[in-house]
T-cell receptor, first 114, second 113 residues
Framework: GENVEQHPSTLSVQEGDSAVIKCTYS??????FPWYKQELGKGPQLIID?????GEKKDQRIAVTLNKTAKHFSLHITETQPEDSAVYFC?????????????FGKGTKLSVIP | DAGVTQSPTHLIKTRGQQVTLRCSPK?????VSWYQQALGQGPQFIFQ???????QRGNFPDRFSGHQFPNYSSELNVNALLLGDSALYLC????????????FGAGTRLSVL
């Protein structure tokens, strides 16, 4: 089955700096890569996603890049703010038997220092 | 527009007991997936329901079972609880036109003593 590795496990940045989180996946059939933000006591919130036919996608301060050949994808957050502090998860999915199960990385705890 | 709702928020059980967790999908969604999130880990896929049938199952024992109702809401049942079943149980909903785009509820925190 699919295996997703995520690095780093913790990341501290100064407010206004950029943050980058990287993930690799193992299944070449994976074609959808979402990123979720999870705040304490809440469920994961979808913040951005990318499909395998696209190399990069941007939404305001957040961007995701995908390298299918190397099987890795990254989340970039620019101009970080204290409210960006949370645990971020990458995930991957591939169609199987008519359903899509998400395989998640272990998460990155991002701390933005004011 | 209500998002994914789960109940109860917290639950405490003892080993060997049985538990039922509930989920109502986001409006317009017809597919429900359940995930288990252990402390400090990413969510792990349990199973997915569509048209009241289990469509796919992750690597979880038969003690974990589910059900989907005609109104698309769903239940997760866990029998013979073990200490290791303590986790946050998350429900995610999607619709058949975009099964991979899944929206999560806040989860049910289950503690097994």
């Amino acid at each position: 089955g699919e295996n997703v590795e995520q690095h780093p496990s913790t990341l501290s940045v100064q407010e206004g700096d950029s943050a980058v989180i990287k993930c690799t996946y193992s299944d070449s059939a994976s074609n959808y890569f979402p990123w979720y933000k999870q705040e304490l006591g809440k469920g994961p919130q979808l913040i951005i996603d990318i499909r395998s036919n696209v190399g990069e996608k941007k939404d305001q301060r957040i961007a995701v890049t995908l390298n299918k050949t190397a099987k890795h994808f990254s989340l970039h957050i620019t101009e970080t703010q204290p409210e960006d502090s949370a645990v971020y998860f990458c995930a991957a999915s591939a169609e199987g038997a008519g359903s899509y199960q998400l395989t998640f990385g272990k998460g990155t705890k991002l701390s933005v220092i004011p | 527009d209500a998002g994914v709702t789960q109940s109860p928020t917290h639950l405490i059980k003892t080993r060997g007991q049985q538990v039922t967790l509930r989920c109502s999908p986001k409006s317009g969604h017809d597919t429900v997936s359940w995930y288990q999130q252990a402390l400090g880990q990413g969510p792990q896929f349990i199973f997915q329901y569509y048209e009241e049938e289990e469509r796919q199952r992750g690597n979880f024992p038969d003690r974990f079972s589910g059900h989907q109702f005609p109104n698309y809401s769903s239940e997760l049942n866990v029998n013979a609880l073990l200490l290791g079943d303590s986790a946050l149980y998350l429900c995610a909903s999607s619709f058949q036109g975009a099964l991979d785009i899944q929206y999560f509820g806040a989860g049910t925190r289950l503690s097994v003593l």
